[in-house]
């Protein structure tokens, strides 16, 4: 087991091009990078606002102990901290608007269109860590832009599932999940692997036209022989699931926080 922080990778990747980099350096969040709200279309922006704070150069997302669900209608009593790098929903009560989780969503605000990194085709990658809390699931995830219903797959180069977590041999989820896009199969994949997520380690996604590799800490562990054909938003998020859900009575830790050193995305030359 890795007993210790993986290192941060150059910002120069031979073969590639820095087109995005948030290395959180300000204690400001950079609202020309990222959108701090988790899908507001389904709720409110009031209700699905992020709580994170800037610090040491670290984005921290946190849940608070004073967190309402984000989107009790729809998703019961599940609280989320997120920023994504876009945004787009229908009209008030339609059904039309990203990452439609569930069929009985309706859109109960209308949003703003927000469209500020939404690449195709790259490798991105985060160096993030998250601690050990049965109550929470981390992630970072790109879903498509979803103008049209079908451009709505998802590649997901790091999730993980507090209950399913320890210090020493994490299960961590990576891959592809087609939602509406009916070009793309399931390919979505839970693994353990010898590290602790409670130090810094990089996790990554090579988007290429004809494949998606994945990557923990610069090692292959993954390649999917499929790619979505569509621009795609960054989504980084930490939700706090209900012990009805996941069946852990454990109390939740508050705050829970989600730690992120840095964010980029790379075309290749």
Same mark, same amino acid.
């Given at each position: 087991?890795?007993?210790?922080?993986?290192?941060?990778?150059?910002?120069?990747?031979e073969?590639?091009?820095?087109?995005?980099?948030?290395?959180?350096?300000?204690?400001?969040?950079?609202?020309?990078?990222?959108?701090?709200?988790?899908?507001?279309?389904?709720?409110?922006?009031?209700?699905?606002?992020?709580?994170?704070?800037?610090?040491?150069?670290?984005?921290?997302?946190?849940?608070?102990?004073?967190?309402?669900?984000?989107?009790?209608?729809?998703?019961?009593?599940?609280?989320?901290?997120?920023?994504?790098?876009?945004?787009?929903?229908?009209?008030?009560?339609?059904? *039309? #608007?990203?990452?439609?989780?569930?069929?009985?969503?309706?859109?109960? @605000?209308?949003?703003?269109? +927000? /469209?500020? %990194?939404?690449?195709?085709?790259?490798?991105?990658?985060?160096?993030?860590?998250?601690?050990?809390?049965p109550?929470?699931?981390?992630?970072?995830?790109?879903?498509?832009?979803?103008?049209?219903?079908?451009?709505?797959?998802?590649?997901?180069?790091?999730?993980?599932k507090?209950?399913?977590?320890?210090?020493?041999?994490?299960? *961590? #989820?990576?891959?592809?999940?087609?939602?509406?896009?009916?070009?793309? @199969?399931?390919?979505?994949? +839970? /693994?353990? %692997?010898?590290?602790?997520?409670?130090?810094?380690?990089?996790?990554?996604?090579?988007?290429?036209?004809?494949k998606v590799e994945?990557?923990?800490?610069?090692?292959?562990?993954?390649?999917?022989?499929?790619?979505?054909?569509?621009?795609?938003?960054?989504?980084?998020?930490?939700?706090?699931?209900?012990?009805?859900?996941?069946?852990?009575?454990?109390?939740?830790?508050?705050?829970?926080?989600?730690?992120?050193?840095?964010?980029?995305?790379?075309?290749?030359?």
């Amino acid at each position: 087991m890795r007993s210790c922080d993986f290192p941060r990778n150059p910002e120069e990747k031979e073969g590639y091009r820095l087109i995005f980099q948030d290395d959180f350096d300000s204690h400001i969040l950079d609202r020309g990078k990222w959108f701090p709200y988790y899908l507001p279309q389904w709720s409110s922006k009031l209700n699905s606002k992020a709580n994170y704070i800037i610090r040491d150069s670290l984005l921290i997302l946190q849940i608070k102990e004073d967190q309402l669900p984000w989107c009790p209608e729809f998703d019961g009593d599940i609280k989320v901290s997120s920023l994504q790098t876009g945004g787009f929903s229908g009209p008030l009560n339609s059904g *039309i #608007g990203q990452h439609r989780f569930s069929k009985k969503c309706i859109v109960r @605000e209308e949003q703003v269109t +927000e /469209r500020l %990194f939404t690449p195709q085709f790259g490798y991105v990658e985060i160096r993030a860590k998250a601690p050990v809390n049965p109550n929470n699931v981390y992630g970072f995830w790109m879903i498509g832009y979803e103008d049209l219903p079908e451009r709505s797959a998802e590649i997901c180069p790091f999730e993980l599932k507090g209950w399913q977590a320890s210090s020493e041999e994490p299960t *961590i #989820g990576f891959g592809i999940h087609p939602f509406d896009d009916p070009s793309i @199969e399931d390919d979505f994949h +839970e /693994r353990s %692997f010898n590290i602790n997520p409670e130090n810094f380690h990089i996790y990554a996604a090579n988007w290429a036209p004809d494949k998606v590799e994945f990557y923990i800490d610069n090692c292959l562990v993954h390649t999917s022989n499929q790619s979505p054909q569509y621009p795609m938003q960054f989504m980084l998020n930490i939700y706090e699931i209900p012990s009805s859900v996941t069946g852990v009575q454990t109390a939740p830790l508050y705050p829970s926080e989600f730690m992120i050193d840095y964010v980029r995305f790379y075309q290749s030359l």
